[in-house]
């Protein structure tokens, strides 16, 4: 099983931008598809995008749908959130995980592991 380690967070104001980035190691992520996560203080670990293996299908939770984009290289066996137009209620640690389950419906409850996550602030 591949190890992940995200990475790129930060503290952003409002409207600024981030890149997160998910590095796996132990084995290529090709096959996988690759999700991002975050959990917000007092709140539960929720879907934020994932992307198919090939990178052909994408798909966003509808409060980051048009603001972020997810992309992977696998040549360089990472995965990327690309984060635009950053709202205070973004703020969250964020978590990538990879699952060879359909990408479309990819939810926190079918991960067992977790890694130690990338915090991102955003003040407004």
């Known amino acids: 099983q591949v190890q992940l380690v995200e990475s790129g967070g930060g503290l952003v104001q409002a409207g600024g931008s981030l890149r997160l980035s998910c590095a796996a190691s132990?084995?290529?992520?090709?096959?996988?598809?690759m999700g991002w996560f975050r959990q917000a203080p007092g709140k539960e670990r929720e879907f934020v995008a994932s992307i198919s293996g090939s990178g052909g299908g994408r798909y966003y939770a509808s409060p980051v749908r048009g603001r972020f984009f997810i992309s992977r290289d696998n040549a360089k066996n990472t995965a990327y959130l690309q984060m635009n137009s950053l709202k205070p209620e973004d703020t969250a640690v964020y978590y990538c995980?990879?699952?060879?389950?359909?990408?479309?419906?990819?939810?926190?409850?079918?991960?067992?592991?977790w890694g130690q996550g990338t915090q991102v602030t955003v003040s407004s």
């Open positions: 995980n990879a699952d060879t389950a359909d990408p479309q419906w990819m939810t926190p409850s079918q991960f067992h592991s």
């Open positions: 132990g084995g290529t992520i090709s096959t996988y598809a």
